[in-house]
């Protein structure tokens, strides 16, 4: 999936850009991803964004098309540059780049992405979860859940 160029971002202690990820990116987002247990199958850069600072990449994040529904994964801040809004910015950047109305998010950090505007799925098709189970590759990772974020005006 091709996304818009974000524009230039600052962080409270320097400056990011929000860019789209390219081929070269790719061994280091497997590297980190390997080391955060996040799954590293099947990567293309051009699901991700990554925030770039100082010639080097602080974070990256995944929108991924799964079926009919959007989806956001593969969430990592480099640990040095965890606790500066680099997640949410990433976040925020590709809620802005989903071409739907809604965005779904497989995870276990309920309360983070609360305060980010998604909210808890009680309900939903068994066909839904198994799309989302194999994109994610959740099966049998305890206390993972399904949130939506409903972008207003989409």
Sequence with gaps: MEMKEPQDTTSPEG????????????????????????????LDH????????????????????TGQFYQIGCIAVVEEKRG?????????HLIEN????????????????????????KESSKEFLDALDEACKVKGKPNTVVMVFERPGK
Excluded: C, H
């Excluded at 860019?19 to 955060?36: G, H, K, T, Y």
């Excluded at 989903?98 to 305060?115: A, G």
């Design 15 to 42: 400056a990011l850009k929000v860019r789209p990820a390219q081929e070269s990116d790719l061994a280091f987002i497997r590297e980190e991803l390997v080391r955060n247990n996040i799954d590293a199958e099947n």
């Design 98 to 121: 989903t071409p739907v109305k809604l965005v779904y998010i497989v995870t276990d950090l309920v309360e983070y992405f609360q305060r980010m505007g998604f909210v808890e799925m």
């Design 46 to 65: 051009r699901e991700f964004l990554v925030a770039a600072e100082d010639g080097g990449i602080a974070g990256f994040g995944r929108l991924r098309r």
């Design 84 to 92: 500066r809004g680099v997640g949410s910015l990433l976040i925020k």
